[in-house]
């Protein structure tokens, strides 16, 4: 029968073992696998020992620890490996050399890392399929003329496909960030052991290279205590949500106005209103947008509150909050890529709406500047026509009075021609060829210069894996020819 679980068990051990486990464990094997190849190669254990152990972990690379049923007969994931090795080699766990040169704390930030740069790709692919969709969006729309706010009120006109590609060059840095982190993941602590390292000869460059890490981190010390990599992992996913769901609110309000088509697939209905469909997924995701900032929250005060040392709290206590904040920025990226992907222009403001407005009033001074006129006399002149009454009402007479009163000196026809051209045809926007503004031809360029960006991201994450697949191949091998010994 087995004995109850003790108090320290039931509500902690158990809770952390059954999220862990199935984050952890294959991640364990694997790097096992190379740790035992290393101690042959290196000469540390006998080669039947090696292929005994060998052969043992392959059986365990079929487990599903999803499964596993926390009993309190050993302490953690870490001993529930060791005790299921034994009993896959056949042998009592006292004859396993599974642990020789290598303690749970250089494990653990292993595993933790390899654990993270699977989600971290996961993620960061989410990040460029969203950028691409938006980039494609941006590209169709770009002669869709909206009106902008800014705090919140009209501004000045601008389009669709203007907005999208704003939003994707902050997924493009985004992405970038993400890249970089990886790299910074792929630092391999094997081989540091409880923090000292070891008197036997291993080869950490060895047990790097057959799990795919590119470099070693250079001080032991840092190797088990160093948490700077997790707080990056949570603080870039909270900045990249926060970003993505200030995205969310516009799109809130272009669907309430009907500017774009509300899509089906990311609704649901009412529960007393048939005519209802509530585009909830985007209140959804600036909901995630905050549980990522409290992840983010919670693993700064987890680390600032633990010593410079192997800690608890620095590393396994925070990584539960790590893998799920990875998981909710990989769903987060694809609703809102998925989104997108549907979002088509239905209702915008007609010429007139964003006229009426007051939106063009920018344009006009402008078009008054470029006659001459000193900046805040322009200015001055198009506030006191707007707040006299909307720009479809002005006249050749208004302007001239208008200019007259504010002591300007007298404008010319071409002047006045344009200020009120300019007031009344917010599409000229879409002539601006300022490069980086919303006319219709920049906005393409912005396009064409982004989707070259993301394509230099996802040539590095096609590097990444590469990596990791041939490392893959690299302790198979290994591993193949040790069991056949």
């Known amino acids: 029968m087995t004995p109850a679980l003790t108090i320290y068990q039931q509500h902690h051990l158990r809770v952390v073992f059954d999220h862990h486990a199935a984050h952890l464990y294959p991640a364990m094997v694997k790097a096992s696998q190379a740790h035992v190849v290393m101690l042959a190669e290196q000469g540390l254990i006998p080669a039947?020992?090696?292929?005994?152990?060998?052969?043992?972990?392959l059986v365990l690379t079929e487990d599903r620890p999803e499964e596993f049923d926390y009993d309190g007969s050993v302490e953690d994931v870490y001993y529930t490996l060791e005790k299921r090795l034994a009993a896959a080699c056949g042998v009592e766990v006292s004859q396993l050399s599974v642990q020789l040169a290598r303690s749970r704390n250089d494990l653990d930030a292993g595993v933790f890392r390899m654990v993270l740069r699977d989600q971290l790709l996961q993620v960061l692919d989410a990040v460029l399929a969203a950028g691409r969709t938006i980039l494609d969006r941006a590209d169709r729309h770009a002669d869709v003329v909206i009106t902008g706010y800014t705090h919140r009120r009209p501004a000045q006109p601008t389009s669709i496909g203007h907005v999208f590609a704003g939003y994707a060059e902050a997924l493009v840095g985004e992405g970038f960030a993400y890249a970089d982190l990886l790299d910074e993941m792929n630092r391999s602590p094997l081989g540091s052991c409880a923090f000292a390292g070891t008197d036997l000869d291993i080869s950490p460059r060895r047990l790097a290279d057959l799990l795919g890490f590119e470099r070693l981190i250079i001080n032991s010390y840092e190797a088990v205590a160093g948490a700077d990599h997790l707080v990056r992992v949570a603080t870039l996913n909270a900045q990249a949500l926060a970003t993505g769901a200030r995205l969310a609110r516009t799109l809130m309000d272009w669907l309430s106005w009907g500017w774009v088509v509300t899509p089906g697939e990311f609704t649901q209905g009412s529960s007393i209103m048939p005519q209802k469909r509530n585009p909830v997924v985007l209140e959804h995701l600036v909901s995630m947008a905050g549980a990522a900032a409290a992840d983010a929250v919670s693993v700064l005060n987890n680390v600032g509150a633990a010593w410079w040392e192997d800690s608890n709290n620095a590393t396994t206590d925070v990584q539960a909050r790590l893998w799920d904040g990875d998981d909710r920025a990989y769903r987060f990226f694809s609703l809102l890529g998925g989104l997108i992907a549907e979002l088509d222009p239905l209702r915008p403001p007609a010429g007139e709406e964003i006229v009426a407005s007051g939106a063009t009033t920018t344009a006009a001074a402008d078009a008054l500047a470029r006659h001459g006129v000193p900046f805040r006399g322009a200015h001055s002149l198009l506030g006191r026509l707007v707040r006299n009454g909307p720009p479809a009402t002005w006249t050749e007479q208004d302007v001239r009075s208008t200019a007259a009163d504010l002591g300007l000196a007298e404008l010319d026809e071409a002047?006045?021609?344009?200020?009120?051209?300019?007031?009344?045809?917010p599409e000229f926007v879409l002539r601006r060829a300022q490069a980086d503004g919303p006319g219709e031809a920049a906005v393409?360029?912005?396009?064409?210069?982004?989707?070259?960006?993301?394509?230099?991201?996802a040539a590095r994450v096609d590097t990444f894996r590469d990596r990791l697949v041939r490392a893959d191949e690299a302790l198979a091998e290994a591993v193949a020819a040790r069991v056949a010994r």
């Open 48 to 57: 039947d020992s090696a292929a005994m152990m060998l052969r043992g972990l």
């Open 415 to 425: 002047a006045i021609r344009d200020l009120l051209a300019a007031a009344v045809h």
């Open 444 to 457: 393409r360029e912005q396009v064409a210069q982004l989707r070259s960006m993301m394509t230099a991201v």
